[in-house]
């Protein structure tokens, strides 16, 4: 995988902009530490980090389609299917110089235009420039799983895969006004698409393109989920979501170096896992490699709504089964203290403080060994595994479900900072947003329909921030990671599969359960949902708590231009938890976006408009 940025200005001469856009250039280095390139133009320049996976020799960027180009391209991703749009794009004439997927997205684009994101099956991110027409397109994949930020600017526009590659050209301060408020605070949990939090900075939304010309700039769709009767039987609706998950999972063990799996313990890692194993095994190529978390005194946790169960135990029983050559990383609390400046600095943003942390931490093991890792991300998203699905209050909540009954951090803002931002306006207009996009089924029951509106908000509101923070924490050590689930062929598919077929019997995920039973051992297959493990961090929270205390007696401390000081002193005095970003129960969390926020504001320089 990689990292991209570039500057588009009008009136500008950019080949004399060498040095910001090396400086713009130099801040993903971390997402690509193999080779960096630059290319600049009258109008344009790119900057380009390369992390080598597929033709380790031949995939240097930006690439340029002859010496004197008709397009150039930076490009963030993997196509999984970049092999047989070689092939078609051979019949037309096209010769390639190279063995890589980059050349494929170029010479798609050369022939098909911006139609050209439609064929493609993959994760990615990219800038291709047509020198012809002086036109820049921005595109990112179907689920967004790879970032493009863009901010426009008085006679351009500046982008990148991440904010700090922006923040390093003059053009754009960091800066947070009313909305990015609101976006921190009142829906940290439920991100608007396309917004970047920084003031004037965007995002390329999932599935979208940006078109820009000389005075314009348009959007445009390139994929959407379209709603329609499911047809198929139950055997027939197991059986292909069987077949599209195998496909995807053998798409995405293409690579040039070594790949391993992300073993959780939960049947979503597991049906990954199995499914690679048997597709390298029918390849010759030997046992897979697997990786879990783990804490110390984990065993001693009490389990709650979110957390039912510990994962040892289970990540034995599929590693055993399945025959993974596995390792689990234990991570003790103090490299979690050591590791927050680390995520803040990857995220660019307050984020999940110490669950951030710890994946941090166990990516950065699993980069030792491996530099592409397959997860079982997004699999609750589409098979509605989260309690907020089986929860009739959430559902009939008029609101996000799984905010249904929480406080979140809106709570601590100063009363005039409340009275600018209005967070529950804020909420519910983003709401109302939300629901309008749903695409109606006409005839559907209105419980078949309310679940449809909770799928596609799981989607497009809760999705995008696990994927940003996996996507994110995992660059940062230069490591790949791949989610099959996401395939959008399979999101296509299980879009229209009626709630009774997903959760049979009222059985959570037990499609896929019955999908992949013959894979796994049944405590694996039958395992109750259990969130991503928090640790028990003593050691974590009493540092928090002395750095929120020390915050409370510092005059100067930026959060409190934000944040309600008084209020923060009392809830502490009562050993009252504040309210947390997240919705998983953790008593530290409110704590950890406290600190944290100031730590970014310090961090990042930012004003407040």
């Known amino acids: 995988m990689c990292g991209l940025t570039g500057w588009l200005d009008w009136d500008t001469d950019l080949r004399h902009a060498g040095r910001t856009v090396r400086e713009m250039t130099g801040t993903l280095a971390c997402r690509g530490p193999d080779a960096e390139g630059v290319w600049l133009s009258r109008h344009l320049a790119l900057g380009h980090r390369r992390l080598s996976v597929i033709d380790l020799d031949g995939g240097s960027q930006p690439l340029a389609d002859a010496e004197t180009p008709q397009a150039v391209l930076a490009y963030n991703g993997e196509l999984y299917n970049y092999r047989e749009l070689r092939r078609e794009l051979e019949s037309y004439g096209h010769r390639f110089r190279t063995d890589s997927d980059t050349e494929v997205v170029l010479r798609s684009h050369l022939q098909w235009g911006a139609a050209a994101p439609e064929r493609f099956n993959g994760i990615f991110a990219y800038a291709v420039w047509d020198t012809r027409g002086e036109e820049l397109l921005l595109v990112r994949d179907h689920l967004g799983i790879k970032p493009l930020y863009w901010h426009p600017h008085r006679t351009g526009v500046l982008f990148g895969s991440e904010p700090k590659a922006l923040l390093a050209n003059p053009l754009f301060p960091a800066e947070l006004d009313a909305t990015g408020v609101a976006e921190l605070f009142a829906l940290p949990a439920a ?95 030997g046992k897979i490699t697997s990786f879990s978390v783990d804490f110390p005194g984990s065993a001693d946790r009490t389990p709650d709504a979110w957390r039912t169960t510990l994962d040892a135990p289970y990540v034995q029983a599929a590693a055993e089964h399945i025959g993974t050559l596995h390792t689990s990383v234990l991570i003790p609390d103090d490299d979690l203290l050591l590791a927050r400046d680390a995520v803040l600095r990857a995220r660019d943003r307050p984020g999940w403080g110490e669950m951030d942390a710890s994946l941090h931490l166990l990516f950065r093991e699993v980069r030792h060994r491996s530099t592409v890792a397959l997860s079982g991300e997004a699999a609750d998203e589409i098979f509605g595994g989260y309690p907020y699905f089986h929860d009739a209050a959430a559902l009939a909540a008029g609101t996000f479900p799984w905010l249904h009954g929480r406080a979140t951090p809106a709570e601590l803002l100063r009363p005039e900072v ?190 407040l408009r």
């Open 191 to 285: 991100p608007t698409a396309g917004h970047g939090l920084f003031r004037g900075l965007n995002e390329v939304r999932p599935g979208h393109l940006l078109r820009i010309t000389r005075g314009a700039s348009t959007e445009v769709r390139y994929w959407r989920l379209e709603s329609a009767v499911h047809t198929d039987s139950p055997e027939a609706t197991r059986a292909h979501v069987r077949e599209l998950l195998a496909d995807a999972v053998e798409r995405q063990l293409l690579s040039d170096v070594p790949l391993c799996t992300l073993l959780s313990g939960g049947v979503d890692s597991s049906a990954i896992t199995a499914l690679a194993a048997i597709a390298r095994e029918r390849n010759g190529q």
């Open 418 to 607: 409340r009275a600018e931002v209005r967070p529950e306006e804020y909420t519910a207009e983003a709401y109302r947003r939300s629901i309008a996009e749903v695409p109606v089924l006409a005839g559907e029951s209105a419980a078949d329909a309310r679940v449809r509106e909770v799928f596609h908000l799981a989607l497009t509101r809760w999705l995008p921030p696990l994927l940003d923070r996996v996507d994110r924490v995992s660059m940062s050590v230069g490591l790949e990671v791949r989610v099959p689930f996401c395939d959008h062929r399979l999101v296509e598919y299980l879009w229209n599969v009626p709630w009774a077929l997903k959760a049979p019997e009222g059985r959570a995920k037990g499609l896929l359960r019955d999908a992949v039973r013959d894979l796994l051992p049944p405590q694996v297959t039958d395992r109750p949902k259990s969130g991503y493990p928090s640790t028990p961090a003593v050691r974590y929270t009493e540092v928090l708590t002395e750095r929120a205390h020390a915050l409370l007696a510092d005059p100067q401390a930026p959060v409190f231009d934000l944040v309600d000081r008084a209020l923060v002193r009392q809830l502490l005095a009562d050993g009252r938890p504040l309210p947390s970003p997240r919705t998983a129960p953790n008593p530290v969390g409110g704590l950890d976006h406290l600190v944290q926020v100031d730590e970014w504001l310090r961090a990042y320089r930012v004003g």
